[in-house]
């Protein structure tokens, strides 16, 4: 392999891995409230046709807003794949 196939690669496992990560910890700690308030449809909260969010920089506050009420103590890089998690998989600004 080359140098840059090696760091296409390694780019590719480590985006793929923030991704993961960011829908690990957002299923571990944010799905279970969702799910209430939407009668087991958490997705239902993010792609319903009136939902709240239009832009990253609201997703972002969102996302903090609900990580108190979630409890996650979360970093700053784990707060990052969660909103990249949402905004690529429901949101595509
Ligand atoms: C204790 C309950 C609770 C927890 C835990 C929770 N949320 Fe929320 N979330 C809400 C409520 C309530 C709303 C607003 C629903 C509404 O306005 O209809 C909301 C809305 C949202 C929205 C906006 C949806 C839209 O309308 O576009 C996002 C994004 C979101 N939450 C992300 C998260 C993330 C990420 C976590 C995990 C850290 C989380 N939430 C944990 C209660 C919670």
New binding site residues.
Partial sequence: MTIKAVLISVLLVVSTAVFAQGKD??DA??????A??TAGKPDS??T?P?????SLS??KK??Q???V????N?TNAQHEA??NY?AKT??HF
């Fill in positions: 910890l957002h700690s944010c799905l279970q409230c969702h209430s308030l909260l993010y319903r009136d939902r709240k969010i239009s609201a997703l969102q996302v807003g609900c990580s009420a979630a409890d996650t979360w969660v909103v949402l429901f949101y």
